[in-house]
């Protein structure tokens, strides 16, 4: 039975979801290649054998997984003979600081110039579903979520700053070699280019646009397979 994939759809086959694209590239690392299914929000009744409703899942024989972590972990353990997503105990331990540190902190200070985006490259079939219980959750309207965009975008920046440090001394945030680490940061940015036309990185901003080219480039250019804005390549 092949492992299945179930991952987040807008339109144009646009793939909006920065907790997918970290297991997208965590099975890329690890060699594996899935069944894709792709799903919208307002086919969630195609989740329901998993026990709850968001992407992404993997389905590994009688395996049911859900939660990009919980995703990485299971395909470490389950294939220790495939290339390391954490090269050990030790970097599992610190990769999870940093995943919690994305989740509170980096990808969190996007949501609010982003969510009226994504809304903008949803079907219509989806675009009520998501503007009610995104407005419910931020207590806004997505208009008034746009009308902050300057202000939540100019504080992005800086928290970029322990990236370039890092950056500034390997290739990788990792190391030599990309590790989950690093796909937990770049789905950020992958999201980004998926989602909006803005570029998030200044032209100035030369270290850190040298490593997302790198990531781009990598698993024979995976993220470069799927329909994104070119103002952010």
Request: glycine share 4%.
């Given at each position: 039975?092949?492992?299945?994939?179930?991952?987040?759809?807008?339109?144009?086959?646009?793939?909006?979801?920065?907790?997918?694209?970290?297991?997208?590239?965590?099975?890329?690392?690890?060699?594996?290649?899935?069944?894709?299914?792709?799903?919208?929000?307002?086919?969630?009744?195609?989740?329901?054998?998993?026990?709850?409703?968001?992407?992404?899942?993997?389905?590994?024989?009688?395996?049911?997984?859900?939660?990009?972590?919980?995703?990485?972990?299971?395909?470490?353990e389950a294939y220790p003979d495939h290339p390391s997503l954490f090269g050990g105990a030790?970097?599992?331990?610190?990769?999870?600081?940093?995943?919690?540190?994305?989740?509170?902190?980096?990808?969190?200070?996007?949501?609010?110039?982003?969510?009226?985006?994504?809304?903008?490259?949803?079907?219509?079939?989806?675009?009520?579903?998501?503007?009610?219980?995104?407005?419910?959750?931020?207590?806004?309207?997505?208009?008034?979520?746009?009308?902050?965009?300057?202000?939540?975008?100019?504080?992005?920046?800086?928290?970029?700053?322990?990236?370039?440090?890092?950056?500034?001394?390997?290739?990788?945030?990792?190391?030599?070699?990309?590790?989950?680490?690093?796909?937990?940061?770049?789905?950020?940015?992958?999201?980004?280019?998926?989602?909006?036309?803005?570029?998030?990185?200044?032209?100035?901003?030369?270290?850190?646009?040298?490593?997302?080219?790198?990531?781009?480039?990598?698993?024979?250019?995976?993220?470069?397979?799927?329909?994104?804005?070119?103002?952010?390549?």
């Amino acid at each position: 039975m092949p492992l299945l994939f179930y991952e987040r759809l807008a339109a144009d086959n646009r793939r909006p979801s920065p907790f997918c694209w970290r297991t997208r590239f965590a099975l890329a690392h690890k060699r594996l290649e899935p069944e894709i299914c792709a799903v919208r929000f307002t086919e969630a009744d195609q989740l329901a054998f998993s026990g709850q409703g968001r992407v992404p899942i993997l389905v590994d024989g009688d395996q049911v997984i859900s939660d990009s972590w919980l995703i990485a972990c299971y395909l470490e353990e389950a294939y220790p003979d495939h290339p390391s997503l954490f090269g050990g105990a030790v970097g599992r331990d610190l990769t999870r600081v940093l995943n919690h540190w994305v989740d509170t902190t980096l990808q969190r200070a996007l949501a609010e110039p982003f969510i009226p985006s994504l809304h903008a490259i949803l079907d219509p079939a989806d675009q009520a579903y998501f503007r009610k219980s995104r407005e419910e959750t931020w207590g806004c309207t997505l208009e008034q979520l746009h009308n902050e965009r300057a202000k939540y975008l100019s504080a992005f920046p800086p928290l970029l700053e322990p990236l370039r440090l890092k950056l500034d001394e390997t290739p990788y945030i990792c190391g030599e070699q990309p590790t989950y680490g690093d796909y937990l940061i770049f789905a950020v940015f992958q999201w980004a280019r998926c989602t909006d036309p803005v570029d998030i990185l200044s032209e100035h901003d030369t270290v850190l646009r040298e490593w997302r080219t790198r990531m781009l480039d990598l698993h024979n250019g995976l993220a470069r397979s799927v329909p994104a804005f070119k103002t952010a390549a």
